[in-house]
């Protein structure tokens, strides 16, 4: 595997574990303050479709789904079974991951640039999970964001994404946590490091419930229904439909 001109310090990390030649680990870094990144339990544990989150996304979904921001390829190997499933990362590194792990169609893709990447109406369902839609910023981006998705994805979609709810994170719950004064919103700011090498700044917006369903309002989209791991946890997932 070539290495890619920008670092990838998260997806070298993610793909020397699946070799079993980790040099070290994989940290998360907020400025002094770091911690150890899970990678084995994040990204490599199969998913559960009898778990609560696990059930409730599988019964979200349909084919051709695309699965954006995709990782390793845990939760694109469980839907390929089911119906076509497309998996795109930015991370070089972790599309090899998905090709070595057996992921059928897995592309480095850039989750903001899926009209040129795309056909119009290509896909009836599309998964963001891992909090990525956070990167798009801003409201004003994720309403962009959804315009793209909704370009790509067919009348009466389903997407599912995810989130962290500001309305129910303690100031230290999250690493990179940074408050804003207006109710339902967030930042977090943060970056990897792993065997020497250091990641751009990642910059994410949080959003609760309440912010998403505003920021749908214009694209096509609509807040169908949420879930929650637990009741009051600050991690949820969401369910968008298309009109």
Not at 102 to 129: I, P, T
Not at 143 to 165: H, K, Q
Not at 174 to 194: K, S
Request: glycine residues 12%; proline residues 6%; negative net charge.
């Amino acid at each position: 595997m070539g290495n890619s001109v920008e670092p990838d310090a998260f997806g070298r990390a993610v793909y020397d574990h699946y070799r079993g030649e980790q040099a070290g680990p994989l940290w998360q870094c907020d400025g002094p303050d770091r911690r150890e990144h899970p990678i084995e339990a994040f990204y490599f544990e199969p998913y559960d479709p009898k778990s609560h989150c696990g059930s409730w996304i599988d019964s979200q979904l349909s084919g051709p789904l695309i699965d954006i921001g995709a990782g390793a390829g845990r939760d694109t190997l469980y839907f390929q079974e089911q119906f076509e499933t497309v998996a795109i990362d930015a991370s070089p590194a972790l599309v090899q991951t998905m090709d070595d792990r057996g992921v059928e169609d897995a592309r480095v893709g850039d989750m903001f640039g899926l009209r040129s990447e795309f056909d119009r109406d290509r896909f009836a369902a599309a998964l963001v999970y891992g909090t990525q839609l956070g990167l798009a910023g801003s409201i004003a981006g994720i309403r962009s964001f959804l315009c793209d998705l909704a370009y790509v994805t067919e009348p009466g979609a389903t997407a599912v994404v995810d989130g962290y709810d500001p309305t129910a994170i303690e100031s230290g719950d999250r690493l990179g946590y940074r408050r804003d004064p207006t109710p339902g919103l967030a930042h977090r700011v943060m970056w990897f490091e792993y065997d020497g090498e250091v990641d751009p700044v990642l910059q994410f917006r949080l959003f609760s419930p309440g912010r998403l369903r505003e920021a749908a309002i214009g694209t096509g989209w609509e807040l169908a229904d949420v879930t929650r791991r637990e009741p009051g946890a600050a991690h949820y997932l969401a369910a968008l439909r298309l009109r």
